[in-house]
């Protein structure tokens, strides 16, 4: 098992520019998630998928979309990059009806930069 | 959710006990205490949660005071390895859409030799 991958690892954007950034897992997972980690800071949610079919907003939506493409696959889309979202991003995966509460599993996340 | 408030770093020793604490006097019953770490440049990983029991698994010790208004992590003996910023979070059980979990600032744990 993979667990959750993402891609690319590293990218460098010029401020206007688009690019979505991929997310699958293989656990068979309902639940996926994309944060945002800036220097020194705890993590952030921007968008979450409860389960294939469904998406809402985190903490900090703005600027961003996402797609959940499948069960395995959830993207995030940056439709206009700006500086202030350069950050790295992780995605992450959990199942979602477990009674007692369950964890989260993330993948090794992307740094991104806007310059 | 209710908030935490943990140091925001400690050193220990290695093959020392590493006992993390965590205030969280706001929680309500039906929250549980999870705790993650996150290594350098990694993704956060998952310890160990709980809701008011101890709770032990391979990796930590969790102990909930009774009131549940703190807990404490163990790493019975650090390693090297263990060098990681640690995040106590809390969040209510059951089958709610979001699961989001609320990362805070976090301590960050430096394993010494």
């Known amino acids: 098992n993979a667990g959750v991958t993402q891609t690319p690892k590293f990218q460098v954007l010029k401020t206007g520019q688009s690019m979505t950034l991929q997310c699958a897992q293989d656990m068979n997972h309902n639940s996926m998630y994309w944060y945002r980690q800036d220097p020194g800071m705890g993590l952030r949610l921007i968008y979450y998928s409860a389960s294939e079919g469904t998406t809402d907003k985190g903490e900090v939506p703005n600027g961003y979309n996402v797609s959940r493409l499948n069960k395995r696959e959830f993207s995030l889309r940056l439709e206009s990059a700006a500086p202030s979202q350069t950050s790295v991003y992780f995605c992450?995966?959990?199942?979602?009806?477990?009674?007692?509460?369950?964890?989260?599993?993330f993948g090794p996340g992307t740094r991104l930069t806007v310059t | 959710d209710a908030k935490t408030t943990q140091p925001p770093s400690m050193d220990c020793a290695e093959g020392r006990a590493a006992n993390l604490p965590c205030n969280h006097s706001t929680i309500s019953g039906n929250e549980y205490v999870y705790w993650y770490r996150q290594i350098h440049s990694q993704g956060p990983q998952y310890i160990i949660h709980g809701l008011k029991n101890n709770e032990t698994n391979e990796m930590a010790s969790l102990i909930i005071t009774e009131d549940r208004k703190s807990s404490t992590l163990i790493l019975p003996h650090a390693t090297l390895r263990d060098t990681a910023v640690y995040y106590c979070i809390v969040r209510p059980k059951g089958n709610n859409a979001g699961n989001m979990l609320t990362f805070g600032g976090g301590t960050r744990l430096m394993v010494k030799p």
């Open positions: 992450a995966s959990s199942e979602m009806w477990r009674d007692r509460g369950y964890e989260q599993y």
